[in-house]
């Protein structure tokens, strides 16, 4: 069993450090913990979370090393949605101030990306509102900005285009994209107080889509939308059964006029025993904190990464402005670690 190596705590005998030793010893195996296990993690306090935030740290680097990949996306089209998703300022279900816009031009979404490149990004996403992407001209479109980045950058590519069909996810692997991403939200036993226009299952069947058209899978979901510890347990042991690549993190934003407005940011702390969860669950996964850092985490976002975390979101998000990009690197970097500037 390894043992953490810190300064001995006065009240230690009392933590539950053989529980949380054995919970890192599982996963630096890389293997899940259990899901009784994870349920364990709710009662943590903090001084017994700070001790298992050494573990996670351990984890981390154990399987992704130094380096921390930073991924940045382009709204391509915002706004209009008719899916009545309650978190998203995008949902023509409700009254905000989302921008509204048609699908970028090819040039455009290309510019994006290679501004992206020269932040430090290693992986760009194209994100279009909508249940999915049906007009034709869109998805040519998509398609020859997906050449042209794949051409003129060193990025990875990466689509957020809703419940796309399997022939045309064939269509967007055959122009180089390397990556769908599809959230689940949220887990299966909450979905219907969050979204009504479609199922849990239509969210899975698109992932499995991806999978089947070839494409690496990008899986997560949205955390603070009223779901119990134990449901965010769920999401996670549902996706690692996806057997997906990487999973981005997001903690709601309350969005004014939103069906989630009434709600507060996750606390600070339960956001970091989020990703904790999530990293002993996924061990050898990628895990983005992407939505939601600046607030839920304010000027101590480098605790991410000791939680668990080897990734991050840079740049602006769909609807909101995030942080300045040479921060991120700044922050990074004096933690030690290395921004990954090229495609891997």
């Known amino acids: 069993m390894i043992r953490h190596s810190f300064k001995p705590l006065e009240n230690e005998n009392s ?24 349920l364990q993690l709710e009662s943590l306090t903090r001084e017994e979370l700070d001790y298992l935030f050494i573990g996670t740290d351990h984890i981390r680097d154990r399987f992704k090393g130094k380096d921390v990949k930073i991924c940045s996306i382009v709204n391509a089209k915002s706004g209009r949605c008719v899916e009545d998703c309650s978190f998203c300022a995008q949902s023509s279900s409700f009254q905000t101030d989302s921008p509204e816009y048609e699908l970028m031009d ?3 979404i290309v510019a994006a990306a290679k501004e992206a490149e020269a932040f430090g990004a290693n992986e760009f996403s194209i994100v279009a509102s909508g249940t999915y992407l049906d007009d034709r001209k869109e998805l040519d479109r998509v398609i020859e900005a997906i050449k042209r980045i794949k051409a003129e950058t060193q990025l990875e590519t990466c689509c957020s285009l809703g419940l796309m069909p399997l022939e045309h996810l064939k269509e967007l692997k055959e122009a180089g994209l390397d990556r769908c991403h599809h959230n689940l939200e949220t887990a299966k036993s909450h979905f219907d107080k969050i979204v009504s226009t479609h199922t849990y299952e239509d969210e899975v069947n698109a992932v499995q889509n991806a999978k089947e058209a070839g494409l690496k899978v990008c899986v997560g979901g949205i955390f603070g939308m009223g779901e119990s510890f134990a449901q965010r347990a769920e999401l996670a042991f549902s996706i690692r059964d996806l057997g997906t690549q990487s999973f981005p993190i997001n903690f709601l934003k309350p969005v004014e006029g939103t069906g989630l407005e009434h709600l507060e940011p996750m606390p600070h702390y339960e956001a970091l025993r989020t990703i904790a ?44 402005k995030g942080q300045d990009p040479k921060r991120d690197i700044e922050m990074i970097e004096n933690l030690g670690l290395n921004p990954v500037y090229t495609s891997i």
């Open 277 to 320: 969860l999530l990293r002993l669950v996924l061990p050898d996964i990628d895990l983005f904190v992407c939505g939601g850092r600046e607030e839920v985490l304010a000027d101590q976002q480098e605790q991410l990464f000791s939680a668990g975390a080897n990734g991050i979101l840079g740049g602006n998000y769909l609807t909101t």
């Open 15 to 38: 933590m539950r450090t053989e529980l949380i030793d054995n919970m890192v010893d599982t996963a630096l195996k890389g293997e899940s913990i259990s899901y009784e296990q994870a």
């Open 106 to 108: 090819v040039e455009e």
